[in-house]
């Protein structure tokens, strides 16, 4: 593989292509498109389909959630695969769309997440995909707004505090008939030498695996997703992830520096294949990562994941519509914002309004009809 110059942002790591005068200007232009779209659309939509619909039905309001921000997620993987031009490589066992899932993965830089989207857009699930993340990133600006209205689940890595907080959203997705992809990253951070170093401190102490590639996984919030969700899904993925020439932090996708390809490693387990109890979910959990940790040390040595090709890659003609649709939306949201009537400004501020206050407050609407249909029920109750 060709080597280039260092990025200037780091030094010491050369990255896979060279940041040019042209790269850096396509990639700030992509950043600011990603941004005026993902405000307009949060804006403009969340008092319709947030909101409004959300006091009527919650199952409905999700699907037209969904819908419409799926449409803005799915730049993401156009973005990586036919703006960056990065490989992204699938194999292991094909996964059917339209399964509720759980999705389990190895977390080996702050991206990985991201490159999910490329595997829920080819199924079909993009809109409908929920992570479990740092309660912090839900204090990033504008980003945290969408987290917000996606139903994100929020974590500050205190189990004490923490369970009461995921079971009580968990509980909220429990409908078998509402898609769902559910991620989770059991090793709770991002991987690194030093956190690789702890954690095989760690597990030498407690009489638990060495694992070279992952950190030890948590396997609490894993349980607790499980418990929270029988009955419900169909499957747990576990995905694994491996990169080339080397992993990728988030603006080195924005501006195409890395990576040259990603690899993504799937392992279809039907739910009834997962242990019932507690204590053999957490071994089924470790007995995965341990296989996982294999799997890396054979990407190290082999540079490949066995049986690849297992997915198609993204249409470029649907990536080119799906863009042109949410450009023209974004045109027209600025034209009614900054050149038409002064209500449209209002609208703008008032939604504004609404989405710090609900993210700072974790407020999601409830439906009015349900609300008093259960008053009018523990009425009735009472007077009998």
């Not at 189990?159 to 769902?180: A, G, I, K, Q, Y």
């Not at 066995?306 to 863009?323: A, R």
Request: net charge positive.
């Amino acid at each position: 593989m060709e080597v280039y110059g260092p990025l200037k942002s780091d030094i010491n790591k050369l990255k896979h292509r060279p940041l040019t005068p042209i790269r850096t200007l396509r990639g700030i232009t992509c950043l600011l498109v990603y941004i005026s779209t993902a405000f307009m659309f949060l804006v403009y939509f969340t008092p319709v389909a947030v909101v409004m619909l959300r006091l009527v039905s919650i199952r409905c309001s999700r699907k037209v959630t969904s819908f419409i921000f799926g449409m803005w997620l799915a730049m993401w993987p156009a973005l990586f695969e036919k703006i960056n031009r990065t490989k992204v490589v699938f194999s292991g066992d094909i996964v059917p769309a339209g399964e509720r899932v759980l999705l389990i993965a190895n977390h080996r830089t702050e991206v990985d997440w991201m490159y999910l989207w490329n595997l829920a857009l080819r199924k079909g699930r993009l809109g409908y995909i929920k992570y479990i993340l740092k309660s912090s990133l839900m204090k990033l600006p504008l980003f945290g707004w969408g987290f917000h209205i996606l139903e994100f689940i929020p974590v500050e890595r205190k189990w004490e505090t923490d369970e009461p907080v995921m079971r009580n959203m968990l509980s909220t997705f429990t409908n078998p008939r509402d898609p769902l992809w559910l991620a989770v990253f059991p090793e709770g951070t991002d991987f690194t030498e030093d956190k690789c170093k702890k954690s095989k401190k760690f597990a030498a102490e407690a009489g638990l695996p060495m694992l070279e590639n992952v950190l030890l996984p948590k396997t609490r919030g894993f349980c607790a997703c499980l418990d929270a969700l029988q009955g419900s899904l169909d499957a747990v993925y576990d995905v694994t992830f491996a990169y080339k020439h080397q992993c990728p932090s988030f603006l080195d996708n924005a501006f195409g520096v890395d990576p040259s390809e990603v690899h993504i490693h799937i392992r279809r387990f039907p739910v009834e294949k997962i242990p019932a109890s507690d204590s053999e979910a957490a071994d089924w959990l470790m007995d995965t990562f341990q296989l996982k940790d294999q799997l890396l040390s054979d990407f190290k040595a082999q540079g490949h994941f066995p049986n690849q090709g297992t997915e198609e890659e993204l249409s470029t003609l649907k990536c080119l519509v799906n863009f042109t649709v949410v450009i023209s939306l974004t045109v027209y949201f600025t034209y009614l914002t900054f050149f038409s009537s002064i209500w449209f400004k209002i609208y703008v501020g008032l939604s504004c309004a609404y989405l710090s206050f609900a993210t700072y407050f974790k407020i999601q609407p409830w439906p009015v009809l349900g609300f008093l249909r259960a008053m009018f029920y523990s009425k009735k109750t009472r007077s009998a």
